[in-house]
C-alpha cells in the first residue's frame, strides 16, 4: 500500500482542489487517510481504481478536447531563504 499526497491526486484526474473536497464529500471519491497529525493522504490503489472504474462510464475526450492540467505541489515548490518551503 502506498499513500499519494493530494497534489498527486490533483495531477491523476486533473481537477481542482475545490472539486476533489466536493468529491470526496459527496461521496463519489475516496476520502483521504490522515497520515499524521498535519498531514493527509489517498491510498494509491484506491485513486486507480476509482480512475478505471470512471474509465469505463465515460467516454473519452478527443485529443484536442484535452487539456493539461499544471497543479502546484509543495515538493515542486523552490525552498525560501530560510531554507524551508512555501506552504500551499
Same mark, same amino acid.
Given at each position: ?9 490533483? !495531477?491523476?484526474?486533473? &481537477? ?7 468529491? @470526496?464529500?459527496?461521496? *463519489?471519491?475516496?476520502?483521504?487517510? #490522515? ?18 472504474? !470512471?474509465?469505463?462510464? &465515460? ?7 484535452? @487539456?493539461?492540467?499544471? *497543479?502546484?505541489?509543495?515538493?515542486? #515548490? ?11
Amino acid at each position: 500500500m502506498r499513500f499519494i499526497r493530494p497534489c498527486e491526486v490533483l !495531477r491523476m484526474i486533473g &481537477v481542482s482542489r475545490t472539486t476533489l473536497w466536493r468529491m @470526496v464529500r459527496d461521496g *463519489v471519491f475516496p476520502p483521504p487517510i #490522515r497520515i499524521t497529525k498535519r498531514n493527509t493522504g489517498y491510498i494509491l490503489d484506491d485513486v486507480e481504481g476509482w480512475i478505471r472504474q !470512471r474509465a469505463g462510464r &465515460v467516454p473519452p475526450l478527443a485529443a484536442a478536447d484535452a @487539456v493539461a492540467v499544471a *497543479v502546484p505541489c509543495a515538493v515542486d #515548490r523552490a525552498p525560501l531563504r530560510n531554507g524551508t518551503r512555501a506552504r500551499g
